[in-house]
């Protein structure tokens, strides 16, 4: 845990490239929402794929926009089926007007069930794939070659712990991003700097799980 928490002030692109994660989310909060995320998102690629090197990856190349761009297609290909049923959900709710009764309780609860339960699935299948799209190029790795990896134990253990850290720097991020002046630059900081920690505690999991 103490590597994750002190990685991205580490090696030679340490100040750079936190300072240009910190960016892109604060340009997201404050100028253009989401399309400053994307880049971001191709720089977890680099840190996740990077996962058994000791620093941080440079932020500013062009491998970093061209990876963005196949990640993105990547997270929506493993989000469209927890979104097909939440909102095959949604229309059993809203269709009728009513409140489910009976056999439509039981729809509704299996439905949210489902959604969560595969929205789980993909989150933890998501960072392998993009790992593996980043390692080799190929978007048709993202969904190739990921059983090995989810199955390990190590990667179990690096993606919980990424993940509770993620949630928990999110959390604190949003309260004060909510807030102006100096509490919102704080907050986007944080968010920043928990998406890093988080991807690289991932990340060595992902490259402990290939071994």
């Keep these: 845990m103490d590597d994750a928490l002190a ?75 927890p979104l097909v049923i939440a909102l095959s959900t949604v229309r059993l709710l809203t269709e009728s007007g009513e409140v489910p009764t009976g056999g439509g309780t039981f729809a509704v609860l299996v439905g949210s069930t489902a959604v969560l339960a595969i929205l789980g ?11 593996n799209y980043g390692r080799t190029g190929s978007l ?18 690096g993606w919980a712990s990424g993940i509770t850290l993620l949630l928990v720097g999110l959390a604190l991020s949003s309260a004060l991003v909510s807030r102006d002046g100096v509490a919102l630059v704080a907050g986007t900081l944080i968010g920043a700097y928990a998406v890093l920690v988080s991807s690289r505690r991932i990340g060595r999991g992902y490259a402990a799980g290939r071994q």
């Design 140 to 157: 048709r790795a993202g969904f190739a070659d990921i059983v090995s990896v989810a199955s390990h134990g190590a990667y179990f253990v």
């Design 7 to 81: 990685y991205p002030f580490r090696g030679d692109h340490a100040e750079t490239s936190l300072v240009a994660a910190w960016l892109c989310v604060l340009v997201h909060v404050l100028v253009v929402p989401v399309l400053p995320l994307v880049a971001l998102l191709g720089y977890v690629v680099s840190v996740l794929v990077l996962g058994s090197e000791r620093d941080p990856p440079p932020f500013l190349e062009r491998t970093v926009l061209r990876q963005a761009l196949g990640a993105v297609g990547i997270t929506i290909a493993y989000g469209a089926i």
């Design 121 to 131: 699935i993909a989150a933890y299948l998501l960072p392998i794939a993009l790992a």
